[in-house]
């Protein structure tokens, strides 16, 4: 699957700001030391300027979870498409799809400050899911799955440990940083997803 490798902060900057500031914990942290914070490009400080269309904004919105996700086009459509036949409203289904991936959960578990980290322990296969060795980053965790980090490497035990203990788990996610070990209590409401994205607009760029 394709995947983009490329500098990330450019697209950082290419999306502003404020998306910056409420992103991943690691990518804002490198945002405010960043000496060009302006768009990249030759016409970059002109960029905020430029009056955007609704078509733009909500392209604007979805590339933003993309981003925030670490997603490729196909796998966002493919949570639209299902968030569709939920239930609920499909801007809420997409979004809680989406925090129920793996990946996901270790980093709102404080187990990684970034996504792109988070998807590389999982994908290195040092976690379970209820002790189960899992490598795929966008397996679906239930209310009532455990998660547990399993790796042998000592340094990397006391990297993760020292990350835990510098961040603090979202609500819906009971984490026991003495074993590093997380359990998805609920589902999230609305209320307790923090995304630097406006997700209804997600919505009415893909039900066109």
Known sequence: MSRYTGPKMRKVRALGEEFAMQGD??????????????APGMHGKKKTFKKMTGYGQQLQEKQKARVFYHLTEKQLVKYY????????????????????????????????????????????????????????????????????????RAALKEKIAEVAASEKPVSWIAVDNAKLSAQVTSLPTREEILVPFNEK????????
């Open 25 to 38: 914990r690691s990518l804002a942290a490198k945002f405010v030391k960043l000496h060009r914070k302006q």
């Open 81 to 152: 498409q299902q968030a569709t036949s939920r239930p609920e409203s499909t801007d809420l289904a997409l979004l809680v799809g989406l925090e129920r991936r793996l990946d996901n959960v270790v980093y709102r578990a404080g187990f990684a400050n970034s996504h792109p980290a988070a998807r590389q322990l999982v994908s290195h296969g040092h976690f379970t899911v209820n002790g189960r060795r899992a490598d795929v980053p966008s397996i679906t965790i239930k209310p009532g799955d455990k998660i547990e980090f399993t790796g042998k």
């Open 201 to 208: 607009l997600i919505v009415e760029f893909y039900s066109k």
